[in-house]
């Protein structure tokens, strides 16, 4: 793949296209059997509303939320095992994320059409110095950053498949979240919608 370089955005590493076309339809046919091994489900919020993106996991914990509120778990909530990380998530992760540990969580989110994440923070995890990776597959993001305090002025910018992005040192805690997704922007999934794998060190 051409090494892009990275665009500083608020302090974060963005490397706009670098993952190309094949190795793109490879982390696919990975995520599929993470996928299948632990399906897709709709966490819900602390007020019971079920969040517009779907959710699932690899590794040694996965991200969930219910009326008991916001949280890891070490199993899928139907019962069984997370998968393990696919070894190119963590190849990725080695090569760009400058972290001294293996990531403890692959969250993947699924984004259909209509989906949307609002601008919140993440902070469920135990050490903060520890930075988190993502990537951006199929149809394009909007993607807006804000500040490490509530409110304030914002910066977009779309995500595009391919992409990765890296939040490390203070941008760590920068508030984040998804406006909208474009629909019929990539060819690489079969139908409309967006997935992002976002990779933490949780412990
Ligand atoms: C900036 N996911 O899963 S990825 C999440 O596209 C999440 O699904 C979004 O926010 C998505 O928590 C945004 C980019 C991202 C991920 C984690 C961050 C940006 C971040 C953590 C700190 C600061
Ligand atoms: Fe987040």
């Known amino acids: 793949m051409p090494p892009s370089s990275a665009v500083a955005l608020r302090g974060m590493a963005l490397y706009p296209g670098w993952l190309d076309r094949p190795a793109q339809e490879a982390l696919v046919a990975d995520l599929r059997a993470v996928i299948a091994a632990a399906p897709l489900f709709a966490p819900h919020t602390r007020w019971g509303k079920p969040m517009s993106v779907r959710m699932t996991a690899a590794g040694r914990f996965g991200w969930y939320s219910d009326r008991r509120g916001y ?45 949307r994440m609002g601008l919140h923070q993440d902070r469920d995890e135990a050490d903060f110095t520890q930075p988190v990776l993502s990537v951006s597959l199929g149809d394009d ?12 002025p914002t910066e977009s910018v779309w995500l595009r498949s391919g992409d990765v992005l890296v939040m490390g040192g203070a941008a760590r805690l920068l508030h984040h979240g998804i406006d909208r997704i474009a629909p019929g922007t990539s060819t690489l999934l079969p139908a409309p919608g967006r997935i992002n794998l976002t990779l933490r060190v949780v412990t």
């Open 71 to 115: 949280r890891y778990i070490d199993h899928h909530p139907g019962g069984g095992p997370w998968p393990p990380i696919p070894d190119r998530v963590l190849a990725l992760w080695r090569a760009l994320s400058g972290a001294s540990r293996d990531p403890e969580c692959c969250l993947l989110n699924w984004y259909g059409p209509d989906a």
């Open 141 to 152: 993001g909007l993607f807006r950053v804000g500040n490490q305090e509530r409110g304030g």
